[in-house]
């Protein structure tokens, strides 16, 4: 990422440009509410000192921590039923990998997983998660092809209630944010599963690709408007991807980024840590 590193070689020996700053900003996929955050803050200071290239590298890094929560809450199982947790989506954005990597973050933990084979759109994704379950050696829920999605989180449900298993996680099918009838199924998957528990699903987390920049701030809104979001597993954020747009979606949606993919092994997901964000972007 080295974020910071080229804010301070653009800015090194030279007066600030503003404009340029800003450009830059949003060039990161900060989004501009946080870009001219930023800039407001430094010239803020600029009132009373000399802005150094430093300066622009430690204001930025103030800001975004002041956004970012230094670690969101972990997932916890609840006392006496199933925590149901609903997988959302564009397609590509490596989805139904991540929730076989969630799966397999939550068994390492001692926990009791079931899994919904809930994109029934697609012949490929159901056996996609089934190989993901029969490496995992976990239990998958899966219906006929075409079948409903939101009949299926119901019955896998039921399920994992009935065998006190801990962790119930609906991969869904991706869609396009834009589709409003696509859009109004995620909401009847919602509402079949709040039938057993008003609550349910407890967590409903967006897969973001880290690479699609301000293009996944406007996944997040839609589907936040959808399924009122309770965080982001982001994607491809090893190495390639800026990461900006995880400040962006926090700073704007108010929505935490929970985990994070850096890789394609199953190991290669990890709680999100802030400061090791930040630290990754210096």
Same mark, same amino acid.
């Given at each position: ?9 653009? @800015? ?14 949003? $060039?990161?996929?900060?989004? /501009?509410?946080?870009?001219? #955050?930023? /800039? ?35 997932? $916890?199982?609840?006392?006496?039923? =199933? ?22 973050? @939550?068994?390492?933990? #001692?926990?009791? /997983? ?20 029969? #490496? ?30 801990? @962790? ?39 897969? /973001? ?46 929505? =935490? ?26």
């Amino acid at each position: 990422m080295n974020f910071f590193k080229s804010l301070v070689q653009k @800015f090194t020996g030279r007066p600030v440009d503003w404009d340029e700053l800003e450009e830059m900003l949003i $060039r990161s996929d900060l989004g /501009v509410p946080m870009s001219l #955050r930023i /800039v407001t803050a430094l010239q803020k200071r600029a009132q009373t000192q000399k802005i150094t290239a430093q300066d622009v590298a430690e204001v930025a890094r103030e800001e975004i921590l002041r956004v970012l929560p230094i670690q969101p809450g972990p997932i $916890r199982p609840l006392p006496a039923k =199933p925590k149901a947790i609903l997988i959302v989506g564009v397609n590509g954005t490596g989805k139904t990998t991540s929730t076989a990597k969630l799966a397999h973050y @939550f068994q390492r933990n #001692r926990h009791s /997983v079931l899994l919904a084979a809930a994109d029934t759109f697609r012949a490929a994704a159901i056996e996609q998660l089934a190989i993901w379950a029969e #490496r995992l050696k976990i239990e998958m829920i899966r219906g006929q092809y075409n079948a409903d999605p939101a009949a299926l989180c119901y019955e896998a449900y039921q399920t994992a209630d009935r065998r006190d298993i801990e @962790f119930l996680i609906c991969d869904t099918a991706g869609r396009l944010h834009t589709k409003s009838n696509l859009m109004a199924e995620l909401e009847k998957i919602k509402r079949s599963l709040a039938k057993h528990d008003p609550a349910a699903p407890q967590e409903r987390l967006l897969v /973001v690709d880290a690479t699609t920049g301000s293009n996944a701030l406007a996944q997040a809104r839609e589907f936040h408007a959808a399924v009122d979001l309770t965080g982001l597993i982001v994607t491809k954020l090893d190495g390639s991807g800026k990461g900006g747009i995880v400040i962006a979606i926090q700073n704007e949606l108010g929505i =935490p980024t929970r985990f994070v993919g850096t890789g394609e092994k199953l190991e290669d997901l990890a709680p999100f840590d802030s400061r090791a964000f930040i630290e990754q972007m210096l």
